[in-house]
């Protein structure tokens, strides 16, 4: 299993914007944009973002992440079966178009 995070965000939705790509899997992190860290006294770790990630038409992804095309996850059994049912639902989308 992987999970898709910041640039990577970025640059899928700069590929869905600039062509209409087409995602299949699971939703991404909605982890975007930089970031400010710093230490609060008694060694309290502060991180947070002073960035808004949205798309061109205002619609927020961070937070939200970039909801698939086509939705699907792997499960137990298909890796029991060394199989990986994400590629090859994206290999039957590209087949039919659905």
Do not use: C
């Amino acid at each position: 299993m992987s999970i898709t995070i910041s640039a990577t965000e970025g640059s899928g939705v700069a590929f869905q914007l600039a062509n209409g790509t087409k995602f299949v899997g699971s939703q991404t992190a909605g982890a975007s944009g930089n970031f400010t860290l710093f230490w609060a006294p008694g060694g309290i770790r502060i991180v947070f973002t002073g960035m808004a990630a949205r798309y061109v038409d205002g619609r927020q992804f961070q937070r939200i992440g970039i909801w698939p095309d086509v939705e699907i996850r792997p499960t137990i059994a298909g890796m029991r079966a060394g199989k990986d049912e994400v590629l090859e639902r994206a290999v039957t989308y590209l087949r039919n178009g659905r």
